[in-house]
């Protein structure tokens, strides 16, 4: 990717306090607090809608069928993640923290609750440290992306990505063709490399391959609605190399398998091996996670620090 395309638009401070279209002509406030609208109560119902059913899922009784296998610590990953960044987008204007927080204590009581004895399932710590992990990453990445653009701005960006049902439509559409061709792709793989042809070898491309979805939809969208509101942008140059985003992105996936090591400690417990693999097996999906939180957090210095140097050159600003 070239530094061109890398380099991201970002509103402008001005544009906070009064949307301006390209030609300088104002955006309409009205539309723009209806997309809001519009969209806050997309992303409940899609909160509610999400809930429902993956509470089910993680209550469903086994009937001493046996647990998931080493992908559990996966899926609890990308579900608990997926549901706080659900939970933080439908929570009102300037309320995302404590959604992130009821997302946190949500992964606990979903663990916890599994202990009853007609469910015959019991509470596994793994499990609820790999949803807590997911829930960060989440609220991360959500904390990073909110700081590129003043809140004025932000929001009207967000009313035009999510403000009408075309705009989902699209979104589910690239996270299907997602699962199609990389989920497809990664499990032909493992086919050809011997595993069996059967759901279970399927749950783990499947999941990465709709992770992978997510963050490109979210993308094409807000690219999408910048050119669509029309908001005054500037350009700003990236302060550092790209290859800052790999390093950072490193550091991360290193703290990780740090993390892992001191969590089962070493030797791993025989008790303790199927959980152990589970975290070795989230690693693919920790690694993607990390290099989108570390691309976040670089455009995000990259704008802080070329507005700092305007500033710096022009002080009435």
């Known amino acids: 990717m070239s530094a061109d395309r890398a380099t991201q638009d970002v509103v402008s401070p001005r544009t906070a306090a009064a949307p301006q279209a390209a030609g300088g002509a104002p955006i309409a406030t009205s539309n723009s607090t209806s997309n809001l609208v519009t969209a806050s109560r997309a992303w409940r119902i899609a909160l509610v809608a999400y809930l429902v059913p993956i509470t089910v899922l993680t209550h469903w009784p086994r009937f001493g069928i046996g647990g998931a296998g080493a992908v559990d610590k996966f899926v609890h990953f990308v579900a608990f993640g997926a549901l706080a960044w659900l939970a933080m987008h439908a929570a009102p204007r300037g309320r995302a923290l404590f959604a992130w927080l009821a997302a946190a204590a949500w992964v606990y009581l979903d663990e916890i609750t599994q202990a009853l004895e007609i469910l015959g399932r019991t509470v596994s710590l793994a499990d609820m440290v790999a949803g807590w992990i997911g829930v960060a990453m989440a609220g991360a990445i959500y904390w990073t992306r909110s700081l590129r653009a003043p809140r004025e701005s932000r929001a009207i960006l967000d009313g035009a990505m999510y403000g009408d049902g075309a705009s989902w439509l699209r979104a589910a559409l690239t996270v299907l063709a997602s699962v199609v061709v990389v989920g497809g792709a990664m499990f032909a793989a493992r086919v050809q490399a011997g595993a069996a042809a059967a759901f279970p070898t399927a749950v783990y491309p499947i999941g990465f391959a709709t992770l992978v979805g997510l963050v490109l939809a979210t993308a094409l969208g807000e690219l999408r609605a910048v050119r669509q509101t029309g908001l005054a942008t500037k ?63 670089v455009r995000h210095w990259a704008i802080w620090c070329g507005r700092d140097a305007r500033e710096t050159r022009d002080p009435s600003r």
Do not use: C, N, Q
């Not at 892992?260 to 690694?287: A, K, M, N, Q, Y």
């Not at 290099?291 to 976040?296: D, I, N, Q, S």
């Open 235 to 297: 350009k700003r140059a990236w302060p550092i190399a790209l290859g800052a985003v790999p390093m950072l992105a490193g550091v991360l996936f290193v703290s990780y398998l740090v993390f892992v090591r001191v969590f089962f400690g070493e030797p791993v417990p025989e008790d303790s091996r199927t959980d152990h693999e589970g975290f070795l097996v989230l690693r693919e999906g920790f690694l993607f996670v990390a290099f989108v939180l570390a691309f976040e957090i």
